[in-house]
């Protein structure tokens, strides 16, 4: 057997042993205190990655860094959703010694650890649970143990609550790996300022990424390494006023400016602003936004994408915004006008979007249902064939990925889209975002929004609306499969 060969069976029985550890990870494993937290961005610090080895290290009974109680121990980790508990326990599956498992233990690659409940039974004794926050304090109301992890901040304090009287029995450990965004995080801070909690925290620097005894940064999946020149790039990757939380894990993002500072209306060659339109087939799309009136306008977004090597590319073709009180009916038509200025029909679309339901006063209502009706008697008003049920409006803020934070990842995808596809260095491979110049309401939205709660926000839902199933993934089966070509 080769020495390389020797050297991947040693890490596949025991990759913790041969783990090369960044600063903060190892100043976290190395801290022996009870109640721990561990805050960075995401992706880079392995927060999640420190976390799960450090129950590791407990439930064996074994720590390089620090003595830990002998087992049986009995622990358990704490997710906030359930797409992120089967993250958290592939993650974990691929850190532990498979031979120091009880037999009884079976990971099933995109399930999870077999088992109504889920848990990790140890040859020593000791089991790991993997619960979930959503359960609330009762999913560990009924258990002693001698530690916690939670990864992310449990979605009410009362939770965390339960989870210190939990181990006060045993006295024993709790620790929190976390970014600070779409959970509450006050009651953390003061448990930091009180001296209850200690913590650990870093920002994202060329140093931060360099493992402790190492002098090269770390390696990216694709081979690149994480140097500052790549590190600057990720980082034009995020909006800049979160970036002080997605990527240092701050505790507060950025005072708010202008959200799409990245969008160039300028006209001139390489803005965004073009009569750029999409060549050979492409997906079309609608958004809209319920409302009425200047600060709460109707509106919707005519887009088109296409998928290039692998990438999105936006077209931002037409717009509808209405000025003044306008009923359902009005919506509609001017919906369908907008699709007739392309020489397009409603059932082209492959995606139709809209908010849900809006309701001025006891009178004035609106919501999809209503809508789709108006488009459907605008198309027989004119004695043009009206679009099929199928096509009709979906809902957005439902199903996959809508939960809390989910418009900061619609926002997230829209900059990304104007970044454009860039190499480490900066430089521009290719354009992903156009806008036709006729969008004039859609352009001053995006030039002028500052993330506030005005006439411009609703545009800026309606685009992100029609583009909801690329920022989601959504693997549910579209309105329309058919690739359209510009006539």
């Given at each position: 057997?080769?020495?390389?060969?020797?050297?991947?069976?040693?890490?596949?029985?025991?990759?913790?042993?041969?783990?090369?550890?960044?600063?903060?990870?190892?100043?976290?494993l190395s801290d022996p205190r009870k109640f721990l937290l561990l805050r960075a961005g995401?992706?880079?610090?392995?927060?999640?990655?420190?976390?799960?080895?450090?129950?590791?290290?407990?439930?064996?009974?074994?720590?390089?860094?620090?003595?830990?109680?002998?087992?049986?121990?009995?622990?358990?980790?704490?997710?906030?959703?359930?797409?992120?508990?089967?993250?958290?326990?592939?993650?974990?599956?691929?850190?532990?010694?498979?031979?120091?498992?009880?037999?009884?233990?079976?990971?099933?690659?995109?399930?999870?650890?077999?088992?109504?409940?889920?848990?990790?039974?140890?040859?020593?004794?000791?089991?790991?649970?993997?619960?979930?926050?959503?359960?609330?304090?009762?999913?560990?109301?009924?258990?002693?143990?001698?530690?916690?992890?939670?990864?992310?901040p449990p979605k009410t304090p009362r939770t965390h609550m339960e989870a210190i009287s939990?181990?006060?029995?045993?006295?024993?450990?709790?620790?929190?790996?976390?970014?600070?965004?779409?959970?509450?995080?006050?009651y953390l801070r003061d448990q930091v300022d009180a001296g209850v909690m200690h913590e650990?925290?870093?920002?994202?620097?060329?140093?931060?990424?360099?493992?402790?005894?190492?002098?090269?940064?770390?390696?990216?999946?694709?081979?690149?390494?994480?140097?500052?020149?790549?590190?600057?790039?990720?980082?034009?990757?995020?909006?800049?006023?979160?970036?002080?939380?997605?990527?240092?894990?701050?505790?507060?993002?950025?005072?708010?400016?202008?959200?799409?500072?990245?969008?160039?209306?300028?006209?001139?060659?390489?803005?965004?602003?073009?009569?750029?339109?999409?060549?050979?087939?492409?997906?079309?799309?609608?958004?809209?936004?319920?409302?009425?009136?200047?600060?709460?306008?109707?509106?919707?977004?005519?887009?088109?994408?296409?998928?290039?090597?692998?990438?999105?590319?936006?077209?931002?073709?037409?717009?509808?915004?209405?000025?003044?009180?306008?009923?359902?009916?009005?919506?509609?038509?001017?919906?369908?006008?907008?699709?007739?200025?392309?020489?397009?029909?409603?059932?082209?679309?492959?995606?139709?979007?809209?908010?849900?339901?809006?309701?001025?006063?006891?009178?004035?209502?609106?919501?999809?249902?209503?809508?789709?009706?108006?488009?459907?008697?605008?198309?027989?008003?004119?004695?043009?064939?009206?679009?099929?049920?199928?096509?009709?409006?979906?809902?957005?803020?439902?199903?996959?990925?809508?939960?809390?934070?989910?418009?900061?990842?619609?926002?997230?995808?829209?900059?990304?889209?104007?970044?454009?596809?860039?190499?480490?260095?900066?430089?521009?491979?290719?354009?992903?975002?156009?806008?036709?110049?006729?969008?004039?309401?859609?352009?001053?939205?995006?030039?002028?929004?500052?993330?506030?709660?005005?006439?411009?926000?609703?545009?800026?839902?309606?685009?992100?609306?029609?583009?909801?199933?690329?920022?989601?993934?959504?693997?549910?089966?579209?309105?329309?499969?058919?690739?359209?070509?510009?006539?």
């Amino acid at each position: 057997m080769s020495a390389l060969a020797a050297y991947r069976r040693r890490l596949e029985r025991d990759p913790l042993r041969h783990m090369p550890w960044l600063p903060l990870q190892h100043a976290f494993l190395s801290d022996p205190r009870k109640f721990l937290l561990l805050r960075a961005g995401n992706q880079f610090l392995g927060k999640t990655t420190a976390g799960l080895a450090r129950g590791i290290y407990h439930a064996r009974g074994d720590c390089p860094f620090y003595a830990v109680p002998p087992p049986p121990v009995f622990g358990a980790i704490v997710c906030t959703t359930h797409s992120q508990s089967i993250e958290i326990q592939t993650k974990l599956w691929n850190l532990l010694p498979k031979s120091e498992l009880h037999p009884s233990t079976e990971f099933i690659p995109g399930y999870g650890f077999r088992g109504q409940f889920k848990a990790v039974r140890w040859l020593n004794g000791s089991i790991t649970y993997i619960l979930t926050s959503g359960q609330g304090a009762p999913a560990l109301a009924s258990r002693t143990l001698h530690w916690i992890h939670e990864d992310e901040p449990p979605k009410t304090p009362r939770t965390h609550m339960e989870a210190i009287s939990r181990v006060a029995a045993t006295n024993g450990y709790i620790w929190m790996t976390f970014t600070p965004v779409n959970a509450p995080t006050g009651y953390l801070r003061d448990q930091v300022d009180a001296g209850v909690m200690h913590e650990h925290w870093s920002p994202l620097t060329p140093e931060a990424v360099i493992p402790v005894g190492h002098s090269e940064p770390r390696r990216g999946p694709d081979g690149v390494p994480w140097d500052a020149e790549y590190l600057e790039y990720r980082r034009s990757l995020m909006l800049p006023r979160e970036a002080p939380v997605v990527a240092d894990g701050e505790w507060d993002m950025s005072a708010e400016g202008q959200v799409f500072y990245v969008f160039d209306a300028t006209r001139e060659p390489g803005s965004h602003v073009s009569l750029e339109r999409p060549e050979g087939e492409f997906d079309l799309r609608v958004g809209a936004d319920h409302g009425s009136g200047f600060n709460f306008s109707a509106c919707g977004v005519l887009v088109g994408s296409q998928r290039v090597d692998g990438v999105d590319c936006i077209y931002v073709l037409d717009e509808y915004v209405s000025d003044g009180e306008t009923d359902s009916n009005q919506d509609g038509a001017g919906l369908v006008a907008m699709l007739d200025r392309w020489d397009q029909h409603w059932n082209d679309l492959r995606w139709a979007y809209g908010d849900r339901p809006w309701q001025k006063n006891d009178y004035q209502k609106k919501d999809n249902k209503r809508l789709f009706a108006a488009v459907r008697q605008e198309y027989k008003r004119r004695r043009r064939k009206p679009p099929t049920h199928g096509r009709r409006f979906h809902t957005v803020k439902r199903g996959q990925g809508h939960g809390a934070g989910s418009v900061s990842t619609g926002l997230g995808y829209l900059h990304r889209a104007m970044v454009g596809e860039r190499a480490p260095g900066g430089e521009l491979v290719r354009q992903r975002f156009y806008i036709q110049p006729g969008c004039t309401r859609v352009i001053e939205a995006l030039s002028a929004w500052e993330g506030k709660d005005d006439e411009y926000k609703h545009i800026i839902d309606a685009l992100r609306y029609a583009l909801d199933d690329l920022i989601f993934a959504r693997n549910q089966g579209p309105v329309n499969t058919a690739k359209l070509r510009l006539r």
